[in-house]
């Protein structure tokens, strides 16, 4: 259980285009999803937390309106990367949130790899 | 605390040995601490849990030890095997307060035949 699917995988763009990253849940609902970025050997940094329903919250620093959060089902997030350049290259990786109460147990995506030329 | 550094701290261990993976948070606040690991190209995978009343939390090969006095953790691997390779992070959470994770740094395991 609480498999958490991101597509796609590896993605190649121009500099200027747009890329859409989709993150399910598959055998849960989740009512709040969370967008990481995460650069060679460090740590994952949190970009946004996706709430079903609702506008995203984007920790400082993020540009909303570069990165767009849609979260328009309980298994369904999307991270559209807008007018993408090169240094916006790096791994996304989404998770979802399981478990109620006290516990912020999230599944992670497998990670899409974003390569901009 | 905020996740900084270019470069991971390894540690080489023999197959066979146990491992022991260190992590120091910084919010006396937090309540709930993961570990996860993530092989190289892929998300990271849940691997155990505490909360803050307990002090110590059994799995299957691994143990984690919660010590809030000097606010740290860690996760000890017995019988580490080539396949537990990979960057391990801990996790800490606020569920009063924030109520997201935030990661540690990373320790990457190289584990040695």
């Known amino acids: 259980g609480a498999v958490v699917s991101q597509h796609p995988s590896w993605v190649i763009c121009k500099s200027g285009t747009s890329v859409k990253i989709e993150c399910r849940s598959l055998d849960f609902q989740a009512t709040t999803m969370f967008w990481y970025r995460q650069f060679p050997k460090q740590s994952l940094m949190l970009m946004a937390t996706s709430n079903e329903g609702s506008k995203a919250t984007y920790e400082q620093g993020v540009e909303k309106d570069k990165f767009l959060i849609n979260h328009a089902s309980l298994t369904l997030s999307t991270l559209t990367v807008t007018s993408a350049h090169p240094e916006d290259s790096s791994f996304y990786i989404c998770?979802?949130?399981?478990?109620?109460?006290?516990?912020?147990?999230?599944?992670f995506g497998a990670g899409t790899r974003l390569s901009v030329l | 605390g905020e996740s900084v550094g270019l470069h991971l701290p390894t540690l080489s261990v023999q197959e066979g040995d146990n491992s022991i993976i260190n992590c120091a948070y910084s919010n006396s606040a937090s309540d709930y601490f993961i570990w996860y690991k993530q092989e190289s190209g892929k998300g990271p995978q849940f691997i155990i849990d505490?909360?803050?009343?307990?002090d110590k939390r059994q799995g299957q090969r691994v143990t984690v030890l919660l010590n809030k006095t000097v606010k740290h953790l860690s996760l000890q691997i017995a019988a580490t095997q080539p396949g537990d390779s990979a960057v391990y992070f801990c996790a800490e959470n606020n569920s009063g307060g924030y109520n997201k994770l935030i990661f540690g740094a990373g320790t990457r395991l190289a584990v040695h035949p």
């Open positions: 505490i909360r803050s009343n307990m």
């Open positions: 998770s979802a949130r399981a478990g109620g109460g006290q516990k912020n147990i999230q599944y």
